[in-house]
């Protein structure tokens, strides 16, 4: 397949998946971790962002627009590598096959996620701490949603990295290794808040 | 003293090399495989091993077959003719020396392009997309026009790195996009607009090459294996150029959107 369009699609994408997706994601995890503070303080939290003013709209602009692009192109680019980390198991290669594998990953994690709770609340159903504590008591879906927050925080922060060099930000080899150690770092420091939140759904 | 080296020729003489080479007959027939045993010689490179093989068209069964075919030109790596899978990485064949690699010693062709025949391939792709980048310095006009631009010497070093690019192929057959589902131009033609961009004359057309890698087929396809870099036997800074392209794309994007009268700067 190809177009003419490609290119300024390619940098859409590239834009969207830092804001306002990773963005999102960031405070997602972040507003999450209320939980670590107990059920009334993650209750309070998760009702001031349910409740915020024109959310409808704030869901449809900034979180399913967006992540629906990002994850059906990026599903196109997934599936038009031909992936060779057999011949050349470098770093780099490794972190490209890995953005991909977790990308479409993330669309089926993330489709479940949405089906789960937002849906639900359409439905009529409380989204609440006891609703996630309810989901993550049953071992296969803490482990899921484990893998589930490590993909999402892995294709951040290493979009994060791509996000520099396509934007022709970090040009240099030395310039890329140090983004390079900044997004690692961020990996971490996402990874660590979002676990610990799931955690604190099961303790 | 003089039996020994009678002796050890003797060795030399019975040693053999083997090698197994992806064969295909026609452009569209089958790839198969067939393997070799021929005999060893000193400093061998994988060249004088298919020379060999022409020379003497016999397989590791003892059965005659046809000549293996490959390509091959200046024999010191500066054509990129030779190029072709050994022993699973694409380089070129001329500097492969035989005592360096493991044996049986695997060739196939770069299947990223089209197979003639063997180890042949068409590289016409890379050289059609060198005409659509506009890889020259125009210099010819209805008049004499004169010299051009100084360049500064030390700018002259840097792109003289860019400019040792044969066209070889081997970063296109080492990147994970380069394949028959998209139409990337591939790593080399991305360095080869900052070249020319690079040129004070060449500058002229700047904006012109970058439209043409930012339409079908150009930068926006590049996934940031890196792959390339590490697969250049020129050393040529590949991702540095793209990141480079990258920008410069990125200020054309925005001149072009937000409007201006200026062409080339
Ligand atoms: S950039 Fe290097 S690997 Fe690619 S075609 Fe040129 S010489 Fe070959
Ligand atoms: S024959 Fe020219 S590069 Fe090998």
Same mark, same amino acid.
């Given at each position: 397949?190809?177009?003419?369009?490609?290119?300024?699609?390619?940098?859409?994408?590239?834009?969207?998946? *830092?804001?306002?997706?990773?963005?999102?994601?960031?405070?997602?995890?972040?507003?999450?971790?209320?939980?670590?503070?107990?059920?009334?303080?993650?209750?309070?939290?998760?009702?001031?962002?349910?409740?915020?003013?024109?959310?409808?709209?704030?869901?449809?602009?900034?979180?399913?627009?967006?992540?629906?692009?990002?994850?059906?192109?990026?599903?196109?680019?997934?599936?038009?590598?031909?992936?060779?980390?057999?011949?050349?198991?470098?770093?780099?290669?490794?972190?490209?096959?890995?953005?991909?594998?977790?990308?479409?990953?993330?669309?089926?994690?993330?489709?479940?996620?949405?089906?789960?709770?937002?849906?639900?609340?359409?439905?009529?159903?409380?989204?609440?701490?006891?609703?996630?504590?309810?989901?993550?008591?049953?071992?296969?879906?803490?482990?899921?949603?484990?893998?589930?927050?490590?993909?999402?925080?892995?294709?951040?922060?290493?979009?994060?990295?791509?996000?520099?060099?396509?934007?022709?930000?970090?040009?240099?080899?030395?310039?890329?290794?140090?983004?390079?150690?900044?997004?690692?770092?961020?990996?971490?420091?996402?990874?660590?808040?979002?676990?610990?939140?799931?955690?604190?759904?099961? *303790? | 003293?003089? /039996?020994?080296?009678?002796?050890?020729?003797?060795?030399?003489?019975?040693?053999?090399?083997?090698?197994?080479?992806?064969?295909?007959?026609?452009?569209?027939?089958?790839?198969?495989?067939?393997?070799?045993?021929?005999?060893? &010689?000193?400093?061998?490179?994988?060249?004088?091993?298919?020379?060999?093989?022409?020379?003497?068209?016999?397989?590791?069964?003892?059965?005659?077959?046809?000549?293996?075919?490959?390509?091959?030109?200046?024999?010191?790596?500066?054509?990129?003719?030779?190029?072709?899978?050994?022993?699973? &990485?694409?380089?070129?064949?001329?500097?492969?020396?035989?005592?360096?690699?493991?044996?049986?010693?695997?060739?196939?062709?770069? &299947?990223?392009?089209?197979?003639?025949?063997?180890?042949?391939?068409?590289? /016409?792709?890379?050289?059609?997309?060198?005409?659509?980048?506009?890889?020259?310095?125009?210099?010819?006009?209805?008049?004499?026009?004169?010299?051009?631009?100084?360049?500064? /010497?030390?700018?002259?070093?840097?792109?003289?790195?860019?400019?040792?690019?044969?066209?070889?192929?081997?970063?296109?057959?080492?990147?994970?996009?380069?394949?028959?589902?998209?139409?990337?131009?591939?790593?080399?033609?991305?360095?080869?607009?900052?070249?020319?961009?690079?040129?004070?004359?060449?500058?002229?057309?700047?904006?012109? &090459?970058?439209?043409?890698?930012?339409?079908?087929?150009?930068?926006?396809?590049?996934?940031?294996?890196?792959?390339?870099?590490?697969?250049?036997?020129?050393?040529?800074?590949?991702?540095?150029?793209?990141?480079?392209?990258?920008?410069?794309?990125?200020?054309?994007?925005?001149?072009?959107?937000?409007?201006?009268?200026?062409?080339?700067?």
């Amino acid at each position: 397949m190809s177009r003419e369009s490609d290119f300024y699609l390619r940098r859409l994408h590239s834009l969207l998946g *830092v804001i306002p997706v990773g963005l999102f994601v960031t405070q997602h995890l972040v507003v999450n971790h209320f939980a670590t503070r107990g059920e009334e303080a993650f209750n309070t939290a998760s009702n001031f962002m349910g409740n915020l003013p024109f959310v409808l709209f704030l869901e449809w602009f900034i979180i399913y627009i967006p992540l629906m692009f990002h994850a059906f192109y990026g599903v196109y680019i997934a599936f038009t590598a031909k992936n060779n980390v057999k011949r050349y198991g470098t770093f780099r290669n490794w972190m490209f096959l890995l953005q991909r594998v977790t990308g479409v990953f993330l669309v089926i994690f993330i489709a479940w996620h949405i089906y789960e709770t937002r849906i639900q609340k359409a439905l009529g159903a409380e989204v609440d701490f006891d609703m996630m504590a309810n989901i993550l008591s049953n071992p296969f879906m803490l482990a899921f949603y484990i893998v589930g927050v490590l993909s999402a925080t892995f294709h951040l922060a290493n979009g994060l990295w791509s996000f520099a060099v396509t934007w022709g930000i970090a040009q240099s080899p030395n310039s890329q290794k140090i983004v390079s150690y900044i997004t690692i770092l961020a990996f971490l420091v996402l990874s660590v808040i979002g676990v610990q939140a799931l955690l604190a759904f099961v *303790v | 003293m003089s /039996e020994q080296t009678a002796v050890q020729e003797q060795q030399v003489a019975s040693k053999t090399v083997k090698f197994e080479i992806q064969r295909q007959d026609t452009p569209d027939s089958k790839p198969y495989w067939e393997s070799f045993s021929i005999p060893y &010689r000193p400093n061998m490179n994988v060249i004088s091993a298919l020379m060999e093989i022409r020379r003497n068209p016999v397989n590791a069964d003892g059965k005659k077959t046809t000549p293996v075919n490959w390509d091959m030109n200046c024999l010191e790596e500066v054509c990129g003719a030779c190029s072709m899978v050994i022993n699973g &990485r694409p380089r070129q064949s001329c500097t492969a020396l035989v005592d360096q690699l493991t044996q049986p010693i695997r060739l196939e062709p770069m &299947r990223t392009f089209p197979v003639v025949r063997d180890l042949v391939v068409d590289r /016409e792709f890379m050289f059609d997309s060198l005409k659509r980048i506009k890889a020259w310095i125009p210099i010819d006009g209805t008049y004499d026009l004169g010299e051009g631009p100084r360049m500064p /010497e030390r700018k002259r070093q840097w792109t003289y790195e860019l400019s040792k690019c044969m066209t070889c192929g081997v970063c296109l057959e080492a990147c994970p996009n380069v394949n028959d589902k998209s139409n990337f131009i591939g790593p080399a033609l991305l360095s080869q607009v900052r070249l020319f961009n690079a040129h004070p004359t060449g500058a002229m057309n700047k904006d012109e &090459r970058l439209q043409t890698i930012m339409s079908d087929g150009g930068i926006g396809e590049c996934g940031n294996s890196q792959n390339c870099v590490v697969a250049c036997p020129k050393g040529i800074p590949l991702t540095t150029s793209i990141a480079a392209m990258n920008r410069a794309t990125t200020v054309q994007m925005f001149k072009n959107f937000f409007g201006s009268d200026h062409m080339v700067d």
